[in-house]
T-cell receptor
Framework: GAVVSQHPSRVICKSGTSVKIECRSL??????MFWYRQFPKQSLMLMAT?????????EQGVEKDKFLINHASLTLSTLTVTSAHPEDSSFYIC?????????FGSGTRLTVV | QKEVEQNSGPLSVPEGAIASLNCTYS??????FFWYRQYSGKSPELIMF????GDKEDGRFTAQLNKASQYVSLLIRDSQPSDSATYLC???????????FGKGTRLSVIA
């Protein structure tokens, strides 16, 4: 079945630095990828929709200048958290729709200290 | 604003019993309905999807959809302690649109 590889799985960074998260579709082409964020004991909240070759669409309340999304190829989308702060600490998950439905990456646990 | 509502639980059932998880959604245009299981600190894993009204069975799992009532449910028969997790209901419209998730129901199966 479709596989989405997400890296890193866990990252700790200092406040004010930037962190890049990568999601790759391994055996299918993902023209669209979705980025979610999940805080403890809460559900997945859609942050943005990433479209290959065009600008991402951000959900209301998500700062596009803080969460930079690049979808430069049919198999790779990246999310960069810029100038990270402790409140950005969360579980970030990407997803893409393949032939078998929605496939999720394994998630990235970001901790900003 | 598209909403998906679930009882947060926790829902506790004894081992071997049937667990019943419910979900309602607000967008009548929703076409696809999914149930995911999520263990703590892990990414969601798909249990079942359903597109048409009625029941769909897969092993110990049965999904039920009633579009008129905007209601989706998941039944887990012969519940096992390993089924203890958070169950997320998710819906989407047609095409390449994102999933909208409910807050999840935490299920605890007691041995």
């Amino acid at each position: 079945g479709a596989v989405v590889s997400q890296h890193p799985s866990r990252v700790i960074c200092k406040s004010g630095t930037s962190v890049k998260i990568e999601c790759r579709s391994l055996d299918f082409q993902a023209t669209t990828m979705f980025w979610y964020r999940q805080f403890p004991k809460q559900s997945l909240m859609l942050m943005a929709t990433s479209n290959e070759g065009s600008k991402a669409t951000y959900e209301q309340g998500v700062e596009k200048d803080k969460f930079l999304i690049n979808h430069a190829s049919l198999t790779l989308s990246t999310l960069t958290v810029t100038s990270a702060h402790p409140e950005d600490s969360s579980f970030y998950i990407c997803s893409a729709r393949g032939n078998d439905g929605y496939t999720f990456g394994s998630g990235t646990r970001l901790t900003v200290v | 604003q598209k909403e998906v509502e679930q009882n947060s639980g926790p829902l506790s059932v004894p081992e071997g019993a049937i667990a019943s998880l419910n979900c309602t959604y607000s967008d009548r245009g929703s076409q696809s309905f999914f149930w995911y299981r999520q263990y703590s600190g892990k990414s969601p894993e798909l249990i079942m999807f359903i597109y048409s009204n009625g029941d769909k069975e897969d092993g110990r799992f049965t999904a039920q959809l009633n579009k008129a009532s905007q209601y989706v449910s998941l039944l887990i028969r012969d519940s096992q302690p390993s089924d203890s997790a958070t169950y997320l209901c998710a819906v989407s419209n047609s095409g390449n649109t994102p999933l909208v998730f409910g807050k999840g129901t935490r299920l605890s199966v007691i041995a």
